[in-house]
Nanobody, 127 residues
Framework: QVQLVESGGGLVQAGGSLRLSCAAS????????MGWFRQAPGKEREFVAL???????YYADSVKGRFTISRDSAKNTVYLQMNSLKPEDTAAYYC?????????????????????WGQGTQVTVSS
C-alpha cells in the first residue's frame, strides 16, 4: 500500500552534511509514523530518528543534536538532515513507516514495529 524510496546518500568527509529523502508512492503517509534506521556491514539495523504522525520527533543518542528528521506532507516526503557527520555514521540508511499505535509518545525504535521499508541508500563518511 505504501512504497518508500530513499535518495540523497553518498560519500562525504567527516564534519560534512548530507540530506536524505524518503519519497512515498501509492498512498500518502499523513497518518503514519516515519522512522530512519541504519545498518553497517556485519551489524544489526539500528534506530536513528522518528517523526510521529502528529509531528513530534525522537532521536537515538548517537545522532541527537546532529540529525534532524522532518516531513513535507504535501510532497509525501520525509527528510533526514545529517550534519557534523562522523565515520561511525557510515551505513546503509533505510526509511520506514508504521501504521501501528502502541501508546502515547511511543518511541518506535524496533524494526518489528514498522510495516513498510525502503530499499536503502548508502552513506559513507571518510576520515
Amino acid at each position: 500500500q505504501v512504497q518508500l524510496v530513499e535518495s540523497g546518500g553518498g560519500l562525504v568527509q567527516a564534519g560534512g552534511s548530507l540530506r536524505l529523502s524518503c519519497a512515498a508512492s501509492g498512498r500518502t503517509f499523513t497518518n503514519y509514523r516515519m522512522g530512519w534506521f541504519r545498518q553497517a556491514p556485519g551489524k544489526e539495523r539500528e534506530f536513528v530518528a522518528l517523526i510521529r504522525n502528529g509531528g513530534s520527533t525522537y532521536y537515538a543518542d548517537s545522532v541527537k543534536g546532529r540529525f534532524t528528521i522532518s516531513r513535507d506532507s504535501a510532497k509525501n516526503t520525509v527528510y533526514l538532515q545529517m550534519n557534523s557527520l562522523k565515520p561511525e555514521d557510515t551505513a546503509a540508511y533505510y526509511c520506514a513507516a508504521s501504521n501501528r499505535y502502541y501508546s502515547s509518545n511511543y518511541y518506535y525504535t524496533q524494526t518489528g514495529e514498522y510495516d513498510y521499508w525502503g530499499q536503502g541508500t548508502q552513506v559513507t563518511v571518510s576520515s
